[in-house]
């Protein structure tokens, strides 16, 4: 499951060179995880060329996209009332447009279009450079549809428009699409099979967004560690490949090591990591390179083996377990964040006390807890009846959170009195005299403002503590700077 972040409204706002005459105003909303609002940056980008400049302000919107999420029906509800406040305001605004982006879009093709009649364009998550053409369709008066799958679109050659950017940190997509059947994910079916980007392509990126101030980069994908270069094409096809094409591969280690070298001040996250697949290797490539941050998002699902059965996860509790003793023993001080369902269909108490336990013998610094979301056309939909009744979902997760709290807590308290490097991202939600910056394992940080600004590598000792956030004060600049 890919990592997910607030499913809150995110209006896209930017203001591009004067010298670009562009006059009309795109507002684009992004739903779901990480790679969705990559994708919105690259959708940003394509159409900037075409005339289009990005607003924040809905009012004065000629066209709205709104970037879709299937992978629960809460992102699906949320998008569905968005949706109807863009087709009220139509009402008042005859010109204009809405088009649903994403996975949403894939899924639901038919019924946003010809069923329901609530967008006029519907545009699939490898037809982005397709819009140009699709947008002429509905200035036309007609309704426009793309949501073929590709095997080789990356949008390697598209430089993003970073949208909603502090200047310091960005998103950097490697590969697209997902070949790990997981049956309750629609990941492989909204996205298709799993390719990777020319790790030149990557490289080039982050060099250019080093030249432009940023100083921390996450490599972004369904599942980073399957990422594998061969000269193009789709993942499974590797065993095809020549001899040359198979020694000179890149995998994600190699990648890792690539732009870490390239950029040896950049700070350098990737998201999101699958235990079937991620090998020591590039657990030691993280400990070699002292910018590759110290931290792993690894979704673990559930503690219970025969779940994770039903669930076609390709690992076991004794693996997975395995996996993070194998981490700890290279990195000890690497953070570790989860993803876990409560409520799969045939879950038993015996199954989520086993996931309680695993969750106590990790001790994770942070997670994301949902319950279990049937998705149509998944096997799990197709093949598993949803029998866990609501109402125990709901306890289960519950319990879940609470336990995760207590870890995270457990985590923060291990931080007392050291200091750490903290890269500075923005003022605090709670305070505008303090900073907010995250230390290398990825946990958030608050200090006073004194003299530092956006963008500084800071040395804070941490003083206090709660289970989501470390206190402290700024002992001066780091080296890094």
């Not at 993942?235 to 490949?241: G, P």
């Not at 870490?260 to 350098?268: D, G, Q, S, T």
């Amino acid at each position: 499951m890919e990592k997910l972040i607030d499913e809150s409204v995110q209006g896209a706002a930017l203001l591009l060179d004067k010298s670009i005459k562009n006059s009309r105003k795109l507002y684009i909303e992004s739903y779901g995880c990480q790679m969705n609002f990559s994708d919105s940056e690259i959708v940003a980008s394509i159409l900037a060329s075409e005339g289009f400049n990005t607003t924040d302000r809905l009012e004065e919107a000629d066209l709205v996209l709104v970037n879709t999420c299937s992978i629960r029906e809460k992102a699906e509800l949320n998008v569905r009332k968005r949706l109807e406040k863009f087709n009220a305001i139509k009402k008042n605004k005859p010109h204009l447009k809405v088009g649903v982006l994403g996975c949403m879009a894939e899924r639901l093709k038919s019924q946003l279009l010809e069923e329901e009649k609530i967008v006029d364009m519907v545009v699939g998550p490898d037809a982005y450079k397709d819009l140009p053409n699709l947008v002429r369709e509905i200035d036309a008066g007609r309704n426009a549809v793309n949501v073929l799958l590709s095997k080789e679109e990356t949008y390697g050659d598209i430089a993003p428009i970073r949208l909603h950017s502090n200047g310091v940190t960005a998103f950097v997509s490697i590969t697209r699409g997902c070949d790990n059947m997981c049956t309750f994910c629609v990941v492989p079916f909204t996205r298709g099979r799993e390719r990777s980007r020319d790790p030149q392509s990557i490289v080039q990126e982050v060099k250019e967004l080093w030249n432009k101030g940023f100083k921390e980069v996450t490599l972004l994908g369904q599942n980073v560690d399957s990422y594998l270069w061969y000269g193009g094409g789709l993942k499974k096809d590797f065993d095809k490949a020549t001899e040359i094409q198979k020694v000179t591969a890149v995998d994600f280690s190699d990648l890792l090591s690539l732009v870490a070298e390239a950029l040896p001040k950049m700070r350098i996250r990737f998201s999101t990591s699958n235990p079937q697949d991620m090998t020591l290797k590039v657990v030691h490539t993280m400990a070699a390179y002292r910018n590759i941050c110290n931290h792993i998002h690894l979704p673990v699902q559930s503690g219970s083996d025969r779940i994770l059965k039903a669930m076609n996860r390709l690992h076991t509790r004794v693996e997975y377990m395995t996996l993070i003793e194998n981490i700890r023993n290279i990195i000890p001080n690497c953070g570790i964040s989860q993803d876990i369902i409560a409520g799969f269909p045939t879950e038993t108490e015996e199954d989520h006390q086993d996931t309680l336990s695993l969750m106590d013998h990790v001790k994770y610094d942070f997670g994301f807890m949902f319950t279990y979301s049937e998705r149509p056309g998944t096997m799990a939909a197709r093949k598993l009846e949803d029998d866990v009744p609501e109402a125990v979902k709901k306890r289960r997760l519950e319990e879940i959170i609470a336990l995760q709290r207590r870890h995270s807590l457990y985590r923060t308290k291990k931080y007392l009195g050291k200091i750490e490097e903290v890269l500075i991202e923005n003022s605090s939600k709670k305070s505008d005299a303090q900073w907010m910056g995250r230390t290398s394992a990825n946990t958030v940080v608050v200090f006073p403002k004194e003299g530092y600004v956006i963008g500084d590598f800071v040395n804070v000792k941490i003083m206090d503590c709660t289970s989501a956030t470390l206190l402290g004060n700024a002992v001066g600049l780091s080296e890094n700077n």
